[in-house]
T-cell receptor
Framework: GAVVSQHPSRVICKSGTSVKIECRSL??????MFWYRQFPKKSLMLMAT?????????EQGVEKDKFLINHASLTLSTLTVTSAHPEDSSFYIC??????????FGPGTRLLVL | SQKIEQNSEALNIQEGKTATLTCNYT??????LQWYRQDPGRGPVFLLL???NEKEKRKERLKVTFDTTLKQSLFHITASQPADSATYLC???????????WGAGTKLIIKP
C-alpha cells in the first residue's frame, strides 16, 4: 500500500518551454501533497505544500509563477515548470500524505532543460 | 541556528556487521523523527518513525533510537547485506507547520 507514482520519470525539453509533472497517490487519498527539488548529493528542498482544492503554499525563494502547482483531487497533483531554463534542470520529487505525518514519495522526475 | 546533520562521508561496512548511522539536530523540537532510504535516481522510501516519547523502535533488522536530550537519533542495520547499500536520510517532523526537515543523508556501502 501507499504507492505514489510520478510521470514522466525523465524529460528533456528546450529552453523556454513548459513542462508538466504529474503526481498520483494510487491506493490512498492524500489530503496533502508536497513537491521537492533535489540537487546531487544534497538534501531534499521543499518547494511547496498543496492541499486538495486550495492554493499551494510556496517556500521562501520559490517563484509561484514559475512553478505552478495544481492539486485538483485527493489523488492528483501537478507541477508545471513554466518557461523552463537550464538552471531549472534538477530532480523533482513529489510526496503524498494521507494523514499529515508520514509522507510517501514518488520515484522522482529528472528534468533536463537544454 | 537550526540545523540537522548526518555524516556527509560515505560509511563503508563489511557484510554481516552492524551499520550505525547518526542524525544530530540543533534548535529543533520535533514531534517525531523519520528515517528514509533513497537509491540513486529514486524517491525516498519510508523506513521507520519514532516519536519524541519513544526511546527505541525496531523493524526486522532495523533499529532506531531517539534521544531528545542529546538531540540525536541513531539508525542501526544489523546483519548488513550489500542490498542495504543506499543513502539514508533522517527527517524531523515539525507539528507546528506539518513539515519535514531533512538531513542531507549518509551514503552506506556494504561490502561483500
Amino acid at each position: 500500500g501507499a504507492v505514489v507514482s510520478q510521470h514522466p520519470s525523465r524529460v528533456i525539453c528546450k529552453s523556454g518551454t513548459s513542462v508538466k509533472i504529474e503526481c498520483r497517490s494510487l491506493d490512498f487519498q492524500a489530503t496533502t501533497m508536497f513537491w521537492y527539488r533535489q540537487f546531487p548529493k544534497k538534501s531534499l528542498m521543499l518547494m511547496a505544500t498543496s492541499n486538495e482544492g486550495s492554493k499551494a503554499t510556496y517556500e521562501q525563494g520559490v517563484e509561484k509563477d514559475k512553478f505552478l502547482i495544481n492539486h485538483a483531487s485527493l489523488t492528483l497533483s501537478t507541477l508545471t515548470v513554466t518557461s523552463a531554463h537550464p538552471e531549472d534542470s534538477s530532480f523533482y520529487i513529489c510526496s503524498a500524505s494521507p494523514s499529515g505525518e508520514t509522507q510517501y514519495f514518488g520515484p522522482g522526475t529528472r528534468l533536463l532543460v537544454l | 541556528s537550526q540545523k540537522i546533520e548526518q555524516n556527509s562521508e560515505a560509511l563503508n561496512i563489511q557484510e554481516g556487521k552492524t551499520a550505525t548511522l547518526t542524525c544530530n539536530y540543533t534548535n529543533y523540537s520535533p514531534a517525531y523523527l523519520q528515517w528514509y532510504r533513497q537509491d540513486p535516481g529514486r524517491g525516498p522510501v519510508f523506513l521507520l518513525l519514532i516519536r519524541e516519547n519513544e526511546k527505541e523502535k525496531r523493524k526486522e533488522r532495523l533499529k532506531v533510537t531517539f534521544d531528545t536530550t542529546l538531540k540525536q537519533s541513531l539508525f542501526h542495520i544489523t546483519a548488513s547485506q550489500p542490498a542495504d547499500s543506499a543513502t539514508y536520510l533522517c527527517a524531523l517532523y515539525m507539528d507546528s507547520n506539518y513539515q519535514l526537515i531533512w538531513g542531507a543523508g549518509t551514503k552506506l556501502i556494504i561490502k561483500p
